[in-house]
């Protein structure tokens, strides 16, 4: 069964300050990852994905995030928040002919500091 | 402005009322999806269209129906209400599956009292 875990359920940050939310799945073939954000009170948002090519993906707002092989890993990253990217991130993958269905992780809220 | 459109926002429901939250599309998306989103356990997929005629069920699917007869609409019933299925509700489509990235609608707050 595909699964994908966040382990940060909240990660707290100074503005301007850089950030990393984990994301790590579980899986024997070969996986395609997103990752989606959701401000408060409305849906998911793509932020960027990996589908193939090169493990270093950039998506909007200045996040990219970098898929590793072996450590069955696609943390996304951040070198300098703003409040408002304030939200919570949803990492979320599918499988090689499992197009349609996608694994979404439980969350990690990204609270910014002032 | 082309989207997913849910309506309604927020719904309160007696036990046992049915009711159908509706989804409309405008992107001429092939597949659509059913999610419902509870604190700690991210999204879970209740039904999905991979086009019109075809339905298939997710990972939640008791207590919902689901049909396509249009690309543009994706409605999901519920049979008979109850507490369990207090829930953010949202709708997304895709044009060529998940590969594409989903867009969602804004969701449902439904709360079954």
């Known amino acids: 069964a595909q699964s994908v875990t966040q382990l940060d359920s909240q990660v707290p940050v100074f503005e301007e300050a850089p950030v990393e939310l984990r994301c790590n799945y579980s899986s024997s073939v070969s996986v395609y990852l997103f990752w989606y954000v959701q401000y408060p009170n409305q849906g998911l948002q793509l932020l960027l994905k990996?589908?193939?090519?090169?493990?270093l993906v950039k998506g909007i707002n200045g996040f990219e995030a970098e898929f590793n092989k072996s450590q069955t890993s696609f943390h996304l990253r951040k070198p300098s928040v703003h409040i408002s990217d304030t939200a919570e991130y949803f990492c979320?993958?599918?499988?090689?002919?499992?197009?349609?269905?996608?694994?979404f992780g439980t969350g990690t809220k990204l609270q910014v500091i002032p | 402005n082309a989207g997913v459109t849910q309506t309604p926002k927020f719904q309160v429901l007696k036990t046992g009322q049915s009711m159908t939250l509706q989804c409309a599309q405008d992107?001429?998306?092939?597949?659509m999806s059913w999610y419902r989103q509870d604190p700690g356990m991210g999204l879970r997929l209740i039904h999905y269209?991979?086009?019109?005629?075809?339905?298939d069920q997710g990972e939640v699917p008791n207590g919902y129906n689901v049909s396509r007869s249009t690309t543009e609409d994706f409605p999901l019933r519920l049979l008979s209400a109850a507490p369990s299925q207090t829930s953010v509700y949202f709708c997304?489509?895709?044009?060529?599956?998940?590969?594409?990235?989903?867009?969602f609608g804004s969701g449902t707050r439904l709360t079954v009292v």
């Open positions: 990996y589908l193939s090519g090169s493990t």
């Open positions: 992107m001429n998306h092939e597949y």
């Open positions: 979320a993958v599918t499988f090689s002919g499992g197009y349609q269905k996608v694994t």
């Open positions: 997304a489509s895709s044009y060529q599956g998940s590969l594409d990235g989903y867009t």
């Open positions: 269209s991979v086009g019109a005629g075809i339905t």
